[in-house]
């Protein structure tokens, strides 16, 4: 195989602070591939400005003015880390043979780079970035972490522990999840679904270099919801299996109070009553939160609506140099 071109791929979203830094560092890792002739000259990165309100595009802009193997897609209005990031992919599968994706605040490890494509070079299609050491982030953080990926895998969803968006996929993967059409996007769960060859390379993340987390915990929480509910239904069979299980009991609750009217017995019943109709109507009350939560997601999906839309593109000139290279 002639060396392949690779496209990193970094969705920003205010991130003005740590931008200059990440784009010299990813030069870096560029040149240094270049030079060992792992990847094609013609190799770029691609920051997608995911509606930024801060100086993050015209930092792109002047970028891409200085070096043209920096390019930019500037995204008419905040689409999200995972619309911006299938922007990114999308545009950049069309000239490159692989693909990484990497945050933009250097907290992932920019020298794993290097070992994803040597991965590629080996065969793989799919090469997961995990998180080896997590001490960085703050107790929270790992804690509910760890749960949503232990609820994940009981629910049956096929997740990787410890990866997020940091990995590298082949352009024949990239044309394969092009065809998946969700619009509830959960991107480390849908890649695990392709099935090509994959390995994994562990590195330790770290702090933020600047600036603040764009992933609130409101954020963060519907983040994990969503990917739970795109991916599982267990959570809506668990409801039918407890309305049942109340159902059975109820049935015995019934056949109990007859016989204990026919023989006498006193039914002194209000609190349990009172008790019971609360209950059931609480968890009836979530039965229908849950259903609507699909079908929700059902009208989302029906829509079709797309994902973001591109206001700006700075890729030409790399597009055109890789393809006549
Ligand atoms: N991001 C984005 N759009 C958003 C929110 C975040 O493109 O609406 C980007 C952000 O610039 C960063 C990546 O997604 O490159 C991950 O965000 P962040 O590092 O804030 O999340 P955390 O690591 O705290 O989970
Ligand atoms: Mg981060």
């Known amino acids: 195989m002639a060396t392949p071109n690779l496209t990193i791929v970094v969705p920003c979203y205010n991130e003005e602070e740590v931008l200059p830094e990440t784009v010299f560092r990813l030069s870096a890792v560029l040149d240094a591939l270049i030079a060992d002739n792992l990847i094609a000259g013609t190799s770029t990165m691609l920051l997608v400005d995911d509606g930024s309100k801060d100086a993050t595009w015209a930092l792109i802009e002047s970028f891409h003015a200085a070096n043209s193997f920096v390019t930019g897609l500037k995204l008419a209005k905040n689409a999200g880390h995972q619309s911006a990031l299938l922007a990114g992919l999308m545009k950049a599968k069309a000239y490159s043979d692989c693909v990484v994706s990497i945050d933009a605040d250097l907290q992932d490890d920019t020298d794993a780079i290097r070992e994803f494509v040597v991965k590629f070079h080996e065969g793989f299609d799919i090469v997961y970035g995990v998180r080896q050491d997590r001490s960085a982030d703050t107790f ?151 259903i609507g939560e699909y079908i929700g997601k059902i009208y989302k999906e029906v829509k079709q609506r797309p994902l973001f839309v591109i206001e700006k593109d700075l890729t030409e000139q790399a597009s055109n140099a890789a393809q006549t290279s």
Do not use: C
């Open 140 to 290: 929270f953080k790992r804690a509910t972490a760890q749960g949503f990926y232990k609820l994940m895998t009981a629910l049956g969803v096929k997740i990787h522990y410890n990866h997020a968006d940091f990995r590298l996929m082949s352009k024949r993967t990239l044309d394969n999840l092009e065809k998946f059409q969700e619009v509830n996007l959960f991107l480390r769960g849908m890649v695990p679904l392709l099935g090509f060859p994959s390995t994994q390379v562990y590195y330790d993340r770290k702090e933020r270099f600047a600036g603040e987390s764009k992933y609130p915990l409101r954020k963060m929480l519907a983040f994990a919801f969503d990917g739970i509910t795109s991916f599982s239904v267990t959570p809506i069979r668990f409801v039918t299996l407890m309305g049942f299980l109340l159902f059975i009991l109820s049935v015995f609750a019934g056949i109990y109070a007859v016989v204990g009217k026919m023989v006498g017995a006193n039914v002194t019943g209000w609190t349990s009553l009172i008790v019971s109709v609360w209950f059931i109507g609480g968890v009836q009350l979530l039965a229908l939160g849950l």
